[in-house]
């Protein structure tokens, strides 16, 4: 594998890890605000479906402040066996009645003051539920508001985030790559040359040859090296030529009668 793809394959995957840790670290944030909001607008109204459920239960008429209550509110009383005694809803058009209601789990009656997602039948999908107990009483009140519009930002989000991230982790792997391939075109140069070098002659230099960059001083210690192998194959040349005019002379004095 070749430094450049390893580099790519190196960097790329750090960028990406860092960019999914932040949708997820967002998404964290959002939801845990989104479903703070449900519970804390379940817990101001929890009284007043109260009040509405137990005027469903006595067939008394429903208190003023069920007007109040926002679209798609549930509330029931059910007993410690799960048994429903009575209901309460409003629909979309702030009336009482609607067919939406959230599928409540058989051990709701024992939730007492928890806030948990159940989910929806009808015109609503989801849910956000709070179980209250009933004073004097060993019922327990199940209050209840629709949280599809939080689901459906939320799922705005994670798409938003998911599209983000993949435009991005192909824009920074195609910068990378040519970032990376771009840094390491010196050294291809530098050993393309190094290699006519050495085919041909060596009184040539390599470039760049400077201390501001590491390829730079890769290129003076390939040039101190080149310039040691030029003296030595100098010398060893003029040594060469010293040994053949010596066996020269040898020779002809050894032809040459005393």
């Excluded at 995957?13 to 703070?36: C, E, K, M, N, R």
């Excluded at 509110?73 to 009482?96: C, M």
């Excluded at 609607?98 to 009808?122: I, K």
């Excluded at 508001?145 to 459906?152: F, G, L, Q, R, T």
């Amino acid at each position: 594998m070749s430094l450049r793809l390893r580099l790519v394959l190196t960097l790329a995957p750090l960028f990406v890890i860092g960019l999914v840790v932040a949708d997820v670290v967002t998404y964290s944030v959002l939801h845990g605000q989104l479903f703070s909001q449900l519970d804390n607008e379940l817990f101001d109204i929890h009284d007043n479906v109260g009040d509405a459920v137990l005027a469903v239960a006595t067939g008394q008429n429903f208190p003023p402040n069920v007007r109040s209550l926002p679209p798609g509110t549930y509330g029931a009383i059910l007993t410690p066996d799960n048994h429903t005694v009575a209901t309460f809803d409003v629909s979309l058009n702030g009336g009482p009645n609607d067919t939406s209601h959230p599928d409540l789990p058989a051990s709701a009656p024992t939730m007492f003051h928890q806030y948990f997602d159940a989910a929806g039948t009808g015109t609503f999908s989801s849910y956000r539920v709070y179980v209250d107990d009933i004073p004097n009483s060993a019922d327990v009140l199940v209050a209840a508001v629709p949280a599809d519009k939080a689901n459906a930002t939320l799922g705005q989000v994670l798409l938003l985030e998911v599209l983000i991230t993949a435009g991005l982790t192909l824009v920074v792997g195609g910068a990378t790559w040519f970032i990376v391939r771009t840094s390491l075109k010196p050294l291809e140069r530098m050993a393309a040359m190094a290699r006519s070098i050495a085919a041909t002659d060596l009184s040539r230099r390599v470039e760049p040859s400077t201390e501001n960059t590491e390829v730079g001083q890769l290129g003076l210690a390939l040039n101190t090296m080149l310039s040691q192998l030029e003296t030595a194959f100098t010398e060893r040349e003029r040594n060469e030529q010293r040994l053949r005019h010596f066996i020269s002379d040898a020779s002809h004095e050894l032809r040459t009668p005393l």
